[in-house]
């Protein structure tokens, strides 16, 4: 049995596809929902919408606190020599 993949939502790095067994998409249709990262590999299978965006809402928050700190910008420096004052 063939398993279509329609998208529903895409948010960074990840993506809820509807799963169908028909080729058209119709909203009544859909099996189930997963979710799947960049580079197309099945991270999650769900049974209702809810569930697949909660779970990649919790996906990208943990990534978002593994992440370290940004460095702060550096301080722009002086391009022209400073004078002497006498």
Do not use: F
Request: proline letters at 7%; aromatic letters at 6%; glycine letters at 4%.
């Amino acid at each position: 049995m063939t398993e279509y993949t329609h998208p529903i939502l895409i948010k960074g790095r990840y993506q809820v596809l509807a799963l169908t067994q028909d080729a058209e998409y119709d909203p009544g249709e859909v099996t189930a929902y997963a979710v799947y990262n960049s580079s197309g590999a099945k991270l999650r299978h769900e049974l209702s919408l809810d569930d697949a965006k909660a779970w990649m809402e919790q996906m990208i928050e943990e990534e978002n606190l593994q992440r370290p700190d940004q460095p702060a910008p550096a301080k722009a420096t002086r391009t022209k020599p400073t004078r002497i004052r006498r």
